[in-house]
Nanobody
Framework: QVQLVESGGGLVQAGESLRLSCAAS????????MGWYRQAPGKQRELVAT???????NYADSVKGRFTISRDNAKNTVYLQMNSLKPEDTAVYYC?????????WGQGTQVTVSS
């Protein structure tokens, strides 16, 4: 069974940083596009950042210049470095893996930013 396990969430103050990790198992990690999405209370899940198999990245306008997505294929892990966090970044952050056929989600990790 495919597993995507997120870690690194927590409670921080505005302006601080967090680094999320997502460890994947039972997939050929290097062949998947990976992404981070988030869902705040009462809102729809939204894209935060994605990274393709060839390391092409894409970011939501709201996080450009503050967040960086990266991947380590040797460790089957994707990261999200989040700097200059804002209260509006508070959400559950989900890891995603997809290829032309499959689309997998992690269980999510809570990020809370206090003002």
């Amino acid at each position: 069974q495919v597993q995507l396990v997120e870690s690194g969430g927590g409670l921080v103050q505005a302006g601080e940083s967090l680094r999320l990790s997502c460890a994947a198992s039972r997939i050929t990690f290097s062949t998947y596009a990976m992404g981070w999405y988030r869902q705040a209370p009462g809102k729809q899940r939204e894209l935060v950042a994605t990274i393709t198999r060839r390391d092409v990245t894409n970011y939501a306008d709201s996080v450009k210049g503050r967040f960086t997505i990266s991947r380590d294929n040797a460790k089957n892990t994707v990261y999200l470095q989040m700097n200059s966090l804002k209260p509006e970044d508070t959400a559950v952050y989900y890891c995603n893996a997809q290829d032309s056929i499959w689309n997998f989600w992690g269980q999510g990790t809570q990020v809370t930013v206090s003002s």
